[in-house]
């Protein structure tokens, strides 16, 4: 990425050296004719300003641009790391076409070749809060976007029992519990089941750990790790922990202060260790504290501004 269209006079200076730990700074340009080849998702000169015109106007993100390049057979996942309030939440539901986030103010955001109408099924969301139905069983959680889709019972529960068990639950004790029976950990992993049996080529996760016990998180982070590479889709990954985008993400994309721009992006090298094992490592820590110093530059920053 280009610092010219990135960086502003106001954001701290960025650490100039390519290789951190286990990250690559990129510093080439991220404009959508500078990637070769089909694209997932690009975002052109995105701004979202909410109440525009009013008093009480507010801008999320300004003159976002990324493009992220198809990966057959393969997929990646992009988390996305900044200071509270710099519009990280905003992005994903741009690219989910969910209002009132949905449309950009300018801008365009383009996915898989068309220009983002709405939401569609090659787009799957988790959410932080715990979505599932509290009147439907797991099973017919899991199921549910395939009832909507008009398939079969028995075709969808052949399939649904089997992501129940794919995300490391058990059809013989859990299939027939409802929300209010399962842990945290547990309804989450019925959520991640509702999205990925419905075949998307994006998901997009917005916290979905985050109120979750530390041991916990992490066995969600390796069970996410193997069923991303299972079903080969690009994964946008909003977390406030470094640590957890570190290890998931094969990008991650830090955003400035209010209003959010891209400030920084870095290739990280792919999780081939549990979370617990690998986040003890030096060069994972040391791609931690590159991370943190820069993001807590921005939110002293952003302190200092409102005293």
């Known amino acids: 990425m280009s ?11 960025v650490d100039t050296a390519e290789n951190v730990g286990l990250g690559h ?4 340009d991220q404009e959508p004719e500078s990637v070769p080849g089909k ?34 057979n393969k997929g990646e996942c992009i988390c996305i790391l900044g200071p509270s309030g710099c519009g990280k939440s905003t992005i994903l539901r741009l690219i989910a076409g969910l209002e ?7 801008g365009k955001i383009v996915v ?19 979505t599932s139905f509290d009147h439907r069983s797991v099973l017919d959680n899991v199921c549910f976007g395939l009832e909507c889709l008009g398939m079969p019972r028995q075709e969808r529960y052949e399939l649904g029992r089997d992501w129940i068990e794919r995300v490391g639950l058990s059809v013989a ?9 399962l842990s945290g950990g547990m309804r989450q992993r019925v959520a991640i089941a509702r999205t990925l049996i419905l075949s998307p080529r994006i998901i997009l996760m917005d916290e979905p750990f985050g109120a979750l016990d ?12 193997s069923l991303w590479r299972e079903v080969e889709a690009t994964v946008f990954f909003v977390t406030h922990s470094i640590e957890e985008a570190v290890y998931l993400g094969d990008r991650v994309y830090i955003l400035s202060n209010s209003p959010g721009r891209l400030l920084e992006e870095m290739e990280v090298e792919p999780p081939d260790r549990p979370a617990q094992e690998m986040q003890r490592e030096s ?17 002293a920053k952003n302190e200092n501004h409102h005293k």
């Open 100 to 106: 009132p986030q949905h449309p950009p103010t300018t």
């Open 214 to 225: 530390p041991h916990t998180r992490f066995n969600m982070q390796d069970l996410l790790v």
């Open 25 to 28: 700074v990129l510093q080439h």
């Open 283 to 299: 060069r994972f820590q040391e791609t931690v504290y590159h991370i943190r110093d820069l993001i807590s530059a921005l939110e």
């Open 39 to 72: 694209h997932v998702v690009e975002f052109q000169e995105v701004t979202k300003t909410y109440n525009a015109g009013k008093r009480n106007a507010f801008t999320a993100i300004q003159n976002v641009s990324f493009t992220v390049k198809d990966l057959p």
């Open 112 to 130: 898989l070749e068309e220009q983002v109408t709405g939401p569609a099924a090659d787009r799957g969301m988790v959410f932080q809060d715990y």
């Open 3 to 13: 610092e010219s269209t990135n960086l502003t006079p106001d954001t701290p200076a």
């Open 173 to 181: 004790n859990d299939d027939s519990k409802y929300p209010h029976e």
